[in-house]
């Protein structure tokens, strides 16, 4: 199961940062910082600022659950929202929610590909359609993968998520029959085509109707 990844964050009091959300985020992006809100459990939000790195840590952590530590206090939370630039490359804002570890949560959790088919002897290959697939489980349980097993697959065989062994108490969010990955036989590569020699030309094509007017 994957573990809190603990950091330590700034509480942010948001008198200081008045302006629209992209100012706001420009300013603290100049100093390394990224804007965030954690929320949930009817207490009341808290405005927090994170360092880019921090972030960057926390999107990549299986199941993005984490314990922040702000003063004294740490608050075990999962990212609910990233907000992008328009680019997609700089995130902007981050949205945490309050869980406890007994409590029951959807995120999203990646597949872990295991073993190589035996159709890639066959002249097959494996297509991977689906990366990763939403869950429910509980907040301190969250799987740091699902382990999928294709040695097995021959040519036109596949994994559907009726297929997956999942750890105890996960259920996926998603149709038993979704196809998640298949071998598909390889397309032959093409010949390559041989240039023609520089200074040579291709011979004339002569139309029908032109062939008819010569010979009149």
């Given amino acids: 199961m994957a573990d809190a990844v603990k950091f330590r964050v700034e509480p942010r ?43 960057n840590r926390l999107i990549k952590s299986p199941g993005h659950l984490a314990d922040l530590e702000i003063g004294a206090t740490t608050e075990t939370v999962l990212i609910r929202d990233v907000q992008w630039d328009h680019l997609g490359k700089e995130v902007l804002h981050v949205d945490f929610s309050r869980v406890s570890a007994e409590e029951m ?20 290959s494996l297509e991977v359609l689906v990366r990763s697939l939403s869950v429910n489980c509980k907040a301190g349980s969250i799987p740091e993968s699902i382990k999928v097993e294709v040695g097995h697959l021959k040519v036109d065989e596949g994994i559907h ?19 998640l990955m298949h071998v598909v036989t390889r397309a032959p590569e093409a010949e390559p085509v041989a240039a023609a020699p520089e200074g040579t ?11 008819e007017k010569e010979k009149e």
């Fill in 13 to 55: 009091d948001p008198q200081k940062n008045v302006g629209t959300g992209s100012r706001v985020a420009r300013r603290l992006r100049a100093k390394g910082l990224i804007p965030g809100v954690i929320y949930g459990h009817k207490l009341a939000v808290t405005p927090i600022t994170l360092g880019r790195d921090v972030v």
């Fill in 105 to 124: 949560i959807e995120t999203e959790v990646a597949l872990e590909i295991r073993g190589v088919p035996v159709g890639a002897a066959e002249g097959g």
């Fill in 161 to 179: 998520v009726s297929d997956l062994v999942l750890p105890p108490d996960v259920t996926v969010n998603a149709d038993a029959e979704l196809l």
């Fill in 201 to 211: 030309t291709q011979p004339e094509v002569i139309k029908p109707e032109r062939k």
